[in-house]
């Protein structure tokens, strides 16, 4: 019987689960590693007491594809998955009870170590190896990188091949504030999108269906406020940011019982390579993610599948 391969991927985002659930359903083992606490990259929800949730991270995903689109019909039908009557053109849907339920829908049963930095990937002695935290390797017969590109590139350094394939690609940073209020705001505001105000989303997260906490909002610097204030450090963007909501609700500012702020460095890919996927000339390293299609979870999606099936159907 010939062995399966052994796949190792960076990232539980929605590019490094796609791929890993592709594989882990046609019978493959992989194992993903993310620096982070929690699965789902930039599809996140942060939880304080009680119903308080805010998803801080994409807002939203749409599906065009037809693979994506029957992987959100069934979060749908498992409850993970639910629409959000809002906007014009393609359906909108969030998950339930927050978006970062979309990635645990994906990771379930997966082999996923959070809490571990990837810092070099290289090829050594016919092998594939992830070096951990700087000190642990382990080894693969493939590796998916699926960090954003200028992180992907740093770990891939050594890989000259990659090198000109990342060149091109660029992103704009989003700082985001969440607010609870004390207040109602105007019936129906469930969300507005403007990209010239310096608040260019703002969204009444618990309008969201499937949603139990009451007045979370969530607020998104549009791409110029970001960069300029990007390095500021997060009470200072909370600060600044939080005025500006209070103005753009007509709320009181002792209607705030409370805010935080979150950077985005690498939020919105602005350039993308045009590729799903690139990978080194024997196939034993890969890298995909938003980066390689567009500023869209489901972008990040279809590289991370696509990578699966390229090395599901690799020799
Ligand atoms: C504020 C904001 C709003 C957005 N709104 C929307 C929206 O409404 N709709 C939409 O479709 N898209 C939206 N997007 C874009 C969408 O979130 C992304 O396109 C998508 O989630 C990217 O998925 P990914 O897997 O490619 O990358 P990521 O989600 O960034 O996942 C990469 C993962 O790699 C991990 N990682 C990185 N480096 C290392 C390392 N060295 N070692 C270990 N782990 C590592 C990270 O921790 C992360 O979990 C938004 C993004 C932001 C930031």
Not at 13 to 40: E, I, N, Y
Not at 248 to 255: M, V
Request: charged fraction near 20%.
């Amino acid at each position: 019987m010939t062995r399966i391969p052994s796949v190792g991927i960076i990232g539980s985002g929605m590019a490094g689960l796609a791929c890993a659930r592709h594989l882990a359903d046609a019978g493959w083992s992989p194992v993903v590693f993310d620096k982070g606490r929690g699965v789902g990259g930039r599809v996140a929800t942060r939880r304080l007491d009680g119903d308080v949730q805010f998803d801080h991270g994409a807002q939203y995903v749409t599906a065009r594809d037809q693979g994506f689109r029957s992987v959100i019909a069934n979060m749908s039908k498992s409850g993970a998955a639910i629409r959000w009557n809002v906007g014009s053109g393609d359906p909108r849907f969030v998950g339930t009870p927050g978006m970062a339920n979309l990635a645990k829908y994906l990771a379930k049963g997966l082999d996923v170590r959070q809490g571990m930095t990837a810092t070099a990937v290289r090829r050594s002695d016919g092998r594939s190896e992830i070096v951990v935290d700087g000190e642990v390797s382990h080894y693969f017969d493939r590796v998916v990188v699926t960090a954003p590109a200028p992180q992907a590139l740093a770990l891939l350094e050594t890989q000259e091949t990659f090198l000109s394939d990342f060149a091109d690609v660029k992103y704009e940073p989003c700082l985001t504030l969440m607010a609870n209020l004390n207040t109602e705001v105007s019936e129906g505001f469930s969300c507005r999108s403007d990209s010239d105000a310096e608040l260019a989303w703002i969204a009444n997260d618990s309008s969201k269906p499937g949603r139990t906490g009451k007045g979370c909002w969530v607020a998104q610097a549009n791409a110029g406020w970001s960069a300029v204030n990007l390095e500021l450090d997060l009470n200072s963007i909370k600060t600044k940011m939080l005025p500006l909501l209070i103005r753009e609700l007509g709320i009181a500012a002792d209607a705030v019982v409370h805010s935080a702020a979150h950077r985005w460095r690498f939020a919105k890919v602005v350039q993308p390579l045009g590729r799903r996927f690139v990978r080194n000339a024997d196939a034993t390293i890969y890298a995909g993610g938003d980066w390689c299609l567009g500023a869209r979870v489901e972008a990040a999606w279809m590289s991370g599948d696509a990578i699966a099936r390229d090395i599901l159907e690799a020799p």
